[in-house]
């Protein structure tokens, strides 16, 4: 029951809100006489064991405990009395913590201590070092080998727009060669993609360097592809961009030449298939032969001796010209390789997945590489 201004204002009402209060009072008193009991109490203790500081939790602190018990009677305590009530009940309910915390240090402390001893001699714990991923330790192995030859490397944005991924290579809006690279757009601006290829760098290195341009662009593209243990939504490139007067597809070759003798050894064979590329002309593919059967014939290469890494060409003539290149003075060759496939004939590894799958166990191995 409250007390309320607008209550009885008789000298019979009066004296029942006295009596009320006065009870109030005398329930109140008995209250602080049981919270400095139950002090007394909690500064005498002295945990011996787990046990005893479990019961003590439970019995001041726990659901039903006896601070939660007193903080309950807060309700019945009359407005004006409230406030110092209150913060008697706080400095209770920090007593009976503090002392559960310290005596819980006491106990769980005393018991890791037990039979402890400190043997500074013994050998530190190891700090694990990590290991290249498969794909970077290839992808360095091509930056170093065409880097002996005055590449440098060059990077772009793996988000891009149209121009510079098609149209600027000659992949016009309806060119039917746009469907060999289905790839992912932005639902509110289709003109904003994933490069499918790292070409787009290419063109961005036309646009704003000086001639004559030697470079490679290394880095992860896109494709809209179902993930299988051949191929994958994204994986790695290496494309290759020499534009100068006079370059030709003899100069083409033997760069390559130098790449793969260099890449898989001297007694590797070459082949180039005439192929067709929007953005090269002529174009080809390189095949080199099977290093697992010496050109026998095996399930990798799939029975013929041979396999392709790589598709080149000199540079259309559209392409320079989109570039702001004059192609009656310059020509130029270009080439793009994945970075995962010879990395999975090398380190014999057979599923594309493996790469991207964060497989400490599969990551580890190549600790030694
Ligand atoms: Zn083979």
Redesign the pocket.
């Known amino acids: 029951m409250i007390i309320k201004e607008g209550q009885p204002k008789n000298s019979e009402g009066l004296n029942e809100a006295h009596a009320i209060m006065n009870q109030y009072l005398r329930a109140m008193e008995a209250i602080l006489q049981q919270i400095e009991a139950y002090s007394q109490e909690i500064n005498a203790f002295a945990a011996a064991d787990a046990d005893s500081i479990e019961q003590f939790r439970i019995r001041f602190l726990g659901v039903k405990g006896i601070v939660k018990a007193i903080m309950g009677e807060m309700k019945n305590v009359p407005n004006e009395q409230k406030k110092s009530f209150g913060q008697t009940l706080n400095a209770f309910k920090m007593l009976a913590e503090s002392k559960y915390e310290v005596e819980k240090v006491k106990v769980e402390g005393g018991e890791k201590n037990t039979g402890f001893k400190l043997d500074i001699s013994l050998p530190g714990t190891p700090a694990p070092s990590g290991s290249r991923h498969p794909v970077t330790l290839m992808r360095n192995r091509i930056i170093e080998i065409f880097e002996r030859l005055s590449f440098t490397v060059a990077e772009g944005p793996e988000i891009e727009d149209d121009w510079h991924n098609f149209t600027a290579l000659n992949l016009d809006e309806n060119h039917p060669a746009r469907d060999m690279q289905d790839t992912f757009y932005l639902s509110t601006d289709p003109a904003i993609l994933l490069r499918t290829h790292t070409s787009n760098t290419q063109i961005r290195e036309m646009e704003s360097r000086e001639l004559p341009i030697r470079i490679i662009c290394p880095g992860r593209v896109y494709r809209n592809e179902t993930i299988s243990a051949r191929s994958h939504c994204f994986f790695h490139q290496v494309e290759g961009l020499y534009v100068d007067e006079n370059v030709s597809f003899a100069d083409l070759k033997q760069t390559l030449y130098y790449f793969v003798k260099e890449m898989f050894g001297e007694d590797v064979k070459v082949r180039f298939r005439p192929s067709y590329f929007p953005f090269t002309e002529p174009s080809a593919e390189m095949d080199i032969s099977?290093q697992?059967?010496k050109?026998?014939?095996?399930a990798?290469?799939k029975r013929t001796?041979w396999?392709e890494i790589l598709g080149c060409g000199m540079v259309h003539p559209n392409v320079l010209k989109n570039c702001g290149i004059d192609p009656e003075k310059y020509t130029g060759f270009a080439f793009g390789m994945g970075v995962e496939r010879p990395a999975l004939l090398k380190y014999g590894i057979t599923d594309i997945r493996l790469f991207s799958e964060n497989d400490v166990r599969f990551l580890e191995q190549f600790s030694g590489v």
């Open positions: 099977c697992l059967c050109g026998e014939g095996c990798v290469c001796g396999l």
